[in-house]
């Protein structure tokens, strides 16, 4: 296979950087990574004003973005032959290749993975009171029979449509206001009572992302109603069906759009 | 006296003719009870759904579907290019463009059979195992499926006359390449009309309430989706052909024993690999319209698409297309070590991977993270308040862009790896000037044109409030900014600056596409969420033009330059052949999956909205389960496309080496 082996192109760079070799230097920057993620993001969050408190990063985000540097750094140090060489060379001396530190300089390393690995694994299968992470789908799918509902005041212009608007502004804040907030922020005063907060109506993910006929579904069957994969024990939403006619719903969903000053999503014209 | 090659050969052939008779042997002593399972129906009951031999006929169909549509890929997606690599041949008079073309279509012949045959186990099945769909389908689709046959016949006659004129037609090279466009015609109607059938189901047309078709066949192949589809599955299927055509020389490559051979399968995988990420560029655009279109088909099969029970399968489908473009990537920067004076470039590669791999990372973020109850606890809610906004379609826009252009920028320090002594443009002719201004005009017409309609755009037309026409200024401002960049750059270029021009439009776009429209995007998706269709067109026309005048630019700037050594072609490391050879995989692997979700979508539909499946199997495969399948079908598929390629090495002469000059690949 060594015919397979280009000749190295004469580079300038020798596989150290500032007098340190590529492997520390790797090493530095995943750790640096972590870190970044660990305390950096959760006080971005504070720093920016989108979070009161820090905002820790998931596991399961950690995991994807570790991953994601561990690729980049492989991809990095294999993708130029020199790096490479200059990588793999310590590796090779402290397990494979008799080296001058002797013995025990060889033998750490192969103590300390082990334990890395114990210490790991232990993590991962030690008793806790914890839930296990749940996947989620946000937006499950929409009901046959509440996708072909049509919003009877979506073709009022004008002042006709304020009016409607102003009847659904009375009717929210008499009924979402509490939880959800004068401004639609999620932020009400009885949201501080719930373990997780009601939905932020002016975030772009939330009801600017579906069609109208999403939150009218959502506010006549509530959290209750989710399917399973939408993790409905997740939800304090009530079912409103028989508090609200379905009417003043539409006339609610009218007024979330105004408040929140968002746009539901339409589909442009389909020639079905 | 018989070669341990031959001997060898003949050994296999006898252990496969064995195995093959062992597995019929195998199939005939299967109890008559599960035979009689599928025995005939009364005239006058059709049945809804049967099942295959006691198998789930939803799965059924699916790997039959699946496994047709990938060698269909291949052998239509091939074609395209084997013309267009002959064609570079013809007019630059290099032998070698004309034997891999010759190699390309060799591979095709070999693939073409046993399509024809996938294809017509495909149509079994659905007759078989959906009789009343299939019933249906027939009586709308008929007469497409007859000129479907002709246009079949026309295919087998148009590559066999094509691949076997090779040579008798050699002095005759401009009509051997008329075969080949002729051949990608006749391909190219054959795809669309099957995705005529395949996007009606996704979005039927003249159907009455009852289920009556009222319209004409011809109004039902024109239905909403039908054009997305073709777009992207041609796209699709030459990025399909390129990675498998690299996966074919990087194994060849690895099992060859001369420089003559590794310096030709050398080249050969590089020009898979540029042709598979060129036609990647315009592919998450193609996706996006096609996606957009199925959004307005129906808003449910939009959310399910994105929001709902498959979005999940679409952070895999990130993944999966993510890793195309970092190992393409790596690909192309473990190339650049056989390229003398590439070392001046290397200081850069950190930048290149530093963006790609944290525009991959956005990419894969979801919208919802799955939380533990603590979590939860400590943000309060479902999502994030930073790594949150990474889920929506704003930020997704906006990576995908930047990975494309990063992919570019890769390219272009690839091209200009050797070059040096540059000849400056203003000592070039009028031609080299031309080529300048003439993409510096694209680059206006395209802009100016979108900057137009922006302009002009009306609220009403989107059934928005007249005052949420603010919202369309700020995109039209920034292409009427970029507009003038254009300007601003043709001028530098023209000006021996070609070099700052390149990095000025390339930064502008940057910030444009990504930065700027990226943000804006997240605002625009709650106030005025319609017009976000808007701004993801203008990010990606910005785009293009950074591909079309940086492109022009590079071509002129590098035109006689002199070189500081030929490419060493050969002289490449195994770990960049096996990259080849991953992508091949994960290119199968992404077909596979965007297969699920885009029949899936449909979810117990046989023709949405029409016709129902009221079969126990009608139920959406979870994720595990498609990534079950899909797995299967990438590994059936890639164990016969090695059999055939295996069988076409002997039948094929041998390997005749060229000299190994080192021009460039365009």
Known sequence: MAT?????????????????????????????????????????????????????????????????????????????????????????????????????????????????????????????????PEGRIQHPGLPEQFAKLENPFGVLKGPERNAIEREGVILYQKNCRPCHGTKGTGDGPLARGLRLQPVDFTDPGTIATVVEQYPFWRIQKGGIGLPNVATPWNSAMPAWEDEIEPDAIWRIIMAEHGIAGTEPRKPEGSER | ?????????????????????????????????????????????????????????????????????????????????????????????????????????????????????????????????????????????????????????????????????????????????????????????????????????????????????????????????????????????????????GAYAAVKFLSSTTPERRAHYDWMGYVGNFIGLAAMIPIPFAGYYLGREIYSASPVMGNNMMGGAFSWTFIMQALLVGLLYIIGNYYLWSGMNRIPGSERYQKYIKYFNVILIVCVAIWLTPRNLPLSGSEQLALGGQVHPILGYFGLMAAKNAVVNFIILATFASFLLYRRANKTDLVPISQQGRGAKAVVVGAGLACLLILGWYAVELFTLAPESMDLAPEKAVWFKLPAVL??????????????????????????????????????????????????????????????????????????????LFRGAGSRGAIRWGHVTARSQYALISLCVIIVLTMGLMGF???????????????????????????????????????VFLAAVTFLFWMVGLTGKEFAPAAATGEPVP
């Open chain 1, 4 to 132: 397979l082996q280009p000749t190295p192109p004469p580079l300038d760079d020798d596989g150290t950087v500032g007098g340190l070799g590529i492997l520390p230097w790797t090493a530095i920057t995943l750790v640096g990574v972590y870190a970044g993620l660990r305390f950096g993001i959760p006080w971005l969050a504070v720093l920016v004003g989108v979070s009161a408190n820090p905002a820790p990063v998931p596991k399961f985000a950690m995991a994807i973005y570790m991953l994601c540097a561990g690729l980049g750094a492989l991809v990095y140090v294999s993708s130029e032959d020199t790096r490479w060489r200059a990588f793999l060379t310590p590796i090779v001396q402290a397990f494979v290749v008799p080296h001058g530190g002797g013995r025990a300089r060889r033998l750490l390393p192969l103590a300390i993975i082990p334990l890395l690995v114990a210490w790991i694994t232990w993590g991962q299968v030690m008793p806790s009171t914890q839930s296990p």
């Open chain 2, 1 to 245: 006296m018989v070669s341990p090659e031959a001997r060898r050969l003949r050994s296999t052939t006898y252990k496969l003719f064995a195995t093959a008779f062992v597995g019929l042997a195998a199939g005939l002593l299967v109890p008559e009870s599960l035979w009689a399972v599928q025995g005939g129906d009364a005239l006058s009951r059709i049945d809804d759904v049967r099942t295959f031999f006691g198998l789930n006929p939803r799965n059924t169909v699916w790997f039959v579907a699946q496994l047709h549509l990938l060698f269909a890929a291949f052998v239509l997606g091939v074609p395209i290019f084997a013309v267009i690599v002959e064609f570079i041949g013809w007019r630059t008079g290099d032998e070698r463009y004309d034997r891999l073309a010759h190699e390309f279509t060799k591979l095709l012949s070999a693939a073409f059979a046993t399509t024809a045959a996938l294809g017509g186990l495909l149509a079994f099945t659905l007759f078989g195992l959906y009789p009343r769909f299939a019933n249906y389908f027939v009586g709308i689709f008929a007469p497409s499926m007859y000129v479907y046959a002709i246009f079949f016949f026309l295919e087998t006659a148009a590559l066999y006359l094509y691949y076997s004129s090779w040579e008798r037609l050699r002095a005759r090279k401009g009509l051997h390449i008329c075969l080949g466009v002729l051949l990608n015609v006749v391909g190219t109607s054959l795809v669309f009309i099957g995705n005529a059938w395949t996007s009606f189901m996704m979005t039927p047309v003249r159907v009455a309430d009852d289920g009556e078709f009222l319209g004409t066949t011809l109004e039902a192949v024109m239905n909403p989706l039908w054009m997305p589809l073709n777009i992207h599955r041609l796209l699709g299927n030459i990025v399909f052909g390129g990675f498998v055509v």
């Open chain 2, 479 to 556: 292409l009427v900014v970029t507009m003038t960049t254009v300007v601003v750059c043709v001028g530098l270029a023209l000006r021996d600056r070609g070099h700052v021009a390149q990095a000025l439009y390339c930064g502008v776009v940057a910030t444009a596409s990504v930065g700027v429209l990226g943000v804006y995007g997240f605002f625009v998706m709650a106030a005025a969420n319609p017009f976000l269709r808007q701004i993801a067109v203008a990010q990606w026309l910005i785009l293009i033009t950074a591909l079309i005048l940086v492109t022009a630019i590079d071509v002129v």
């Open chain 2, 597 to 635: 979700i885009r029949s899936g979508l449909r979810e117990n539909w046989h023709i949405y909205g029409v016709m129902r499946d009221t079969s126990a199997w009608a139920f959406t495969p979870s994720n595990a389960e498609m990534a079950w399948m899909v797995g299967m079908i990438t590994l």
